[in-house]
Each structure stands twice: as C-alpha cells, then as structure tokens.
C-alpha cells in the first residue's frame, strides 16, 4: 500500500495527501514539540511542513516503506530554518534601543513545580547538544524512528546515527543531572527533592 500511496501523493491526490495528513500529522507534532519546546508553534511547524511536503511531493522516491522519515525530515529541515529565522530575529532586537520591561513571573511559577523542572532541565540539555546530535536523539528516542529511517530522515548512513544516538544519550544524561543540580532539584533521599 505504501508504494501506491507514494505514486498518489506524487500524482497530486488530495486524498491520498490527506490520508497522510491523518497518519503522520501526530508524530510531526511530537516530533516539533520535543524539538522545540512549544505545543503552539508546533503545531506551526505541522502545517509548514505538510504545505512543503505538497510543494515537494515530486520528489518523494516511488519506493520506500513508511512515509514517516520523509515527514520528519522535512519537519527537521522546517525546525532547522525557524531556528535560524528566530536567531536572525534575536539579533536585529538586540541592536535596538534598550526599553524598560515588565518582568515575566510565569517561568518562575512553573519552575516550582517538579515535573516541569524534570522537563526543563532534560530541554535545556537537550538545546545544550549538538545541533546533529540532538536531531538523532529526537528522531530515534522520542519519534520513535529506527535507525535506518533516521539515516533516511537525515541523509546520513546508518553507522553514523548509532554514534550520534550513543554520545546524545550519554551528554544528556550529564547535561539534565547537571540542570537538575543548578535548579537545586538534586534528590536528597530516596523520593525526596531539595
């Protein structure tokens, strides 16, 4: 079925791009929020890169299995470019003139609260990795991709997304106990936090 499915979204069918859409939107989704931290421009990030996949579907190969890796290749490759746009962004407001600004308490609120502390430090970590290391770690850990189809999903061979995987897992193991000890969430005993 997915090499008829991939001859219909070449074709053009807006049936079969919509059968995509239902299968893989999901996956996409998580796939931006882990990236990037926010539900909201994931979601941003989904419709980019469906409208890009259905600007490129001419180019999807006829044969392959899942269609997931192309559509998290092309969320990586979306992520990638609202990185550099953001980066861009942040540096035309820094030559701006400086002005007065109201202190935003809501991270302090959240940071009291212990699962979202786990989770800021385990993002901070991960922002903290290699930009290609973090994208492995992504596409195989939390989108669930095999290594194969992360290789595929980045174009890389498949040897080089086991190192990235191990050396991703490893940093960021350190990199999370390190936020975690900064944040003073370090376990005083067994089931208790400081």
Known sequence: MTAEMRVRIRAGDTDAFGELFDEHADAVHRHAVWSGGDPVQAEDVVS????EAWRIRESLHPDGDSLR?????????????RRRAARRHREALRRLPVRDTIPDFAD???ARM???????????????LRRADREVFLLCVWSQLDYAAAAE?????VGTVRSRLSRARTRLRVLAQQEMARTRMIPVEQGEYR
């Open 48 to 51: 980019l890169t469906f409208l």
């Open 69 to 81: 890796p192309w559509l998290l290749g092309i969320a990586t490759n979306v992520l990638r470019n």
């Open 108 to 110: 302090e609120v959240v």
């Open 114 to 128: 212990h699962d979202a502390d786990q989770v800021a430090a385990v993002m901070a970590g991960l922002q903290a």
């Open 153 to 157: 999903a980045l174009g890389v061979p």
